[in-house]
């Protein structure tokens, strides 16, 4: 008797885990993201060879080219690589896992500059034409 | 002041599906969530289920979400929750009543890594002696109560009963690591499968959520490196 094993998408998502839950999250979402990018660059630069699909692979590249897109394809690499290298550390080093708030800390102090910069030149040029 | 308690009910014998239910009472800041569901339970709705036995963060009786976060009711003061309190049973495991859930798969995971000592050794004719620096390793470990709140925090245990979760692996790791006992390749061979260590993706859901404190991703990440070296150390 009882209520069946259930663990929703949604249930799990609105469990409170905070900072260190949101970087899994991010991580999730920022590789899935650059994983369809890079299947659907391949697959423009295919098509836009084919005389058949050449404005199918133009279109989806304009797309790319887009500076909104870029702001967000720049934050997935960006944050996977660097949220990749904390996880990857504190693999190697278990010592260092007792540390773990501040290495979440460390990351976003590493993440926000590099990505203010990127910001400021993609959107300056976005803007500027 | 004045807190509104929202509770997750469900009644197997009445029920179809789950419900919550609010109950306002008066409280003081110093008041835990377990005064609350207990003056709930003598004062208002009889009917109301839920497990605790020692009140004071010994037994790991009475975990559940509160707020969506996993605690201990007897440790969950109001001025941290707020006057707004939402409360559901853990996670993962199949809800009996109301914030009961069955510990079963979470006990039998528990068992599965043997946690027990295991020394086949003749027995020495005073006591297996241990330094305090060889004690100090597996300290964190022994202070485990078996609540469940970590392994039902795990998104990993979520998508996967089988996976073996953080708490059996602690109790895994206070043996493994521990000079007395013998029998930690065995241990780490169990924990080697595939459901077993490296379902953990280092979500840390598991150290926030211990109400002992217990750092327990760094357990994990110390059967890890055990596991990829060979080494105890
Ligand atoms: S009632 Fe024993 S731990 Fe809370």
Redesign the interface.
């Known amino acids: 008797m009882g209520l069946k094993r259930n663990v929703g998408l949604m249930e799990g998502l609105r469990y409170q885990g905070k900072g260190p839950m949101l970087t899994y999250y991010l991580h999730r979402i920022s590789g899935l993201s650059i994983v369809i990018f890079v299947a659907l660059h391949i697959l423009a630069g295919y098509l836009s060879n084919q005389a058949w699909g050449s404005s199918t692979g133009l279109f989806i590249n304009s797309i790319y080219e887009s500076w909104i897109f870029q702001i967000y394809i720049f934050f997935c690499a960006l944050f996977h690589a660097i949220n990749g290298l904390r996880i990857v550390i504190l693999d190697l080093w278990p010592k260092l896992i007792e540390y773990q708030r501040e290495a979440i800390w460390i990351e976003w102090l590493v993440f926000l500059p590099i990505y203010s910069i990127a910001l400021f030149v993609i959107i300056r040029s976005g803007l500027g034409g | 002041m004045e807190v509104t308690i929202k509770v997750f009910r ?1 009644n ?2 009445k029920d179809k599906k ?1 419900s919550y239910k609010t109950y306002k009472l008066e409280a003081i800041e110093t008041d835990r969530v377990l005064d609350l569901l207990e003056k709930v339970k003598g004062y208002q709705d009889g009917t109301l289920s839920f497990r605790r036995s020692c009140a004071h963060g010994i037994c790991g009786s009475d975990a559940m ?1 509160i ?3 996993n605690r201990l009711a007897c440790k969950t003061l109001v001025r941290d929750t707020g006057a707004t309190i939402i409360v559901q049973p853990l ?7 109301d914030l009961i859930v ?1 510990m079963e798969p979470f006990f039998e995971h528990y068992r599965s890594v043997k946690p027990w000592l295991i020394n086949d050794e003749p027995e020495p004719e005073k006591e297996r002696t241990q330094s305090a620096a060889q004690r100090a390793i597996f300290d964190d470990t022994t202070k485990c109560i078996l609540c469940a709140c970590c392994t039902t ?1 795990c ?1 990993s245990f ?2 996967n ?1 089988q996976y073996v979760g953080p708490a059996a692996i602690v109790a895994a790791h206070r043996f493994i690591f521990d000079s007395r006992d013998k029998a930690a390749a065995e241990r780490l061979k169990i924990l080697n499968e595939v459901w077993g260590v490296y379902r953990c ?5 598991c ?2 959520a211990c109400p002992r404190e217990i ?1 327990i ?2 357990a994990i ?2 059967v ?2 055990a596991l990829t070296t060979g080494k105890l150390e």
């Open positions: 469900y197997p014998e789950p979400r707020n969506g976060f996670l993962g495991l199949r809800v009996i009543k069955d925090s998104p979520w998508a009963e993706h280092t979500v840390f859901n150290t926030m750092q991703t760094k990440g110390e890890k490196m």
